[in-house]
Antibody
Framework: QVQLQQSGPGLVKPSQTLSLTCAIS??????????WTWIRHSPSRGLEWLGR?????????DYAVSVKSRISINPDTSKNQFSLHLNSVTPEDTAVYHC???????????WGQGTLVTVSS | SYVLTQPPSVSVAPGQTARITCGGN??????VHWYQQKPGQAPVLVVY???VRPSGIPERFSGSNSANTATLTLSRVEAGDEADYYC???????????FGGGTKLTVL
């Protein structure tokens, strides 16, 4: 059974960088069939896909257009985890952030517990 | 980019059938996945690839996909089905996952 354990601060000041980590157990960040994803949820915007990282003989990333200039998602093979960095945050980035695993066929089958991140001074 | 359109809310009496739609241009050419999300919880996959139920999901949940509309059908609705439901597809043109805006199912 895959488990995803998130960590990171719940409060970030405007203009600073939001950073979260997702530790994987039961699978490998370097898996050739899994995709590792960040998704956020807010009452006003519902579920919003942010981006993903995956390994297919080399590392790939895809990012949502809405955050592409501010986001990076990075694997850490030594710790079997991946991270989200979103810079220049504003109050509109306030949301519950989930890490997740996408199956090779595109649906999300495992989710992290979620982290409420509030952007406020 | 690809857009998925869901009704904001659907209401149904217990024991009746609820149908939640997800509209998209030629959506029948895509695989549609559905999630149930209850307050304070992570989403749960209830249907994938248009109509397949993951193990542990009751047979009351079913899905279909035709033309420009995919539909999640909940038969014999129970109070515990009250939640937000989201459809999702992969847009291969933009290399994006796309979620619908979500539908709040209310059990009267």
């Amino acid at each position: 059974q895959v488990q995803l354990q998130q960590s990171g601060p719940g409060l970030v000041k405007p203009s600073q960088t939001l950073s979260l980590t997702c530790a994987i157990s039961g699978d490998s960040v370097s898996s050739n069939s899994a995709v590792w994803t960040w998704i956020r949820h807010s009452p006003s915007r519902g579920l919003e896909w942010l981006g993903r990282t995956y390994y297919r003989s080399e590392w790939y990333n895809d990012y949502a257009v809405s955050v592409k200039s501010r986001i990076s998602i990075n694997p850490d093979t030594s710790k079997n985890q991946f991270s989200l960095h979103l810079n220049s945050v504003t109050p509109e980035d306030t949301a519950v952030y989930h890490c997740a695993r996408e199956s090779a066929s595109g649906w999300v089958d495992f989710w992290g517990q979620g982290t409420l991140v509030t952007v406020s001074s | 980019s690809y857009v998925l359109t869901q009704p904001p809310s659907v209401s149904v009496a217990p024991g009746q059938t609820a149908r939640i739609t997800c509209g998209g241009n030629n959506i029948e050419t895509k695989s549609v996945h559905w999630y149930q999300q209850k307050p304070g919880q992570a989403p749960v996959l209830v249907v994938y690839d248009d109509s397949v139920r993951p193990s542990g999901i009751p047979e009351r949940f079913s899905g279909s996909n035709s033309a420009n509309t995919a539909t999640l059908t909940l038969s014999r609705v129970e109070a515990g089905d009250e939640a937000d439901y989201y459809c999702q597809v992969w847009d291969g043109i933009s290399d994006h996952q796309v979620f619908g805006g979500g539908t709040k199912l209310t059990v009267l």
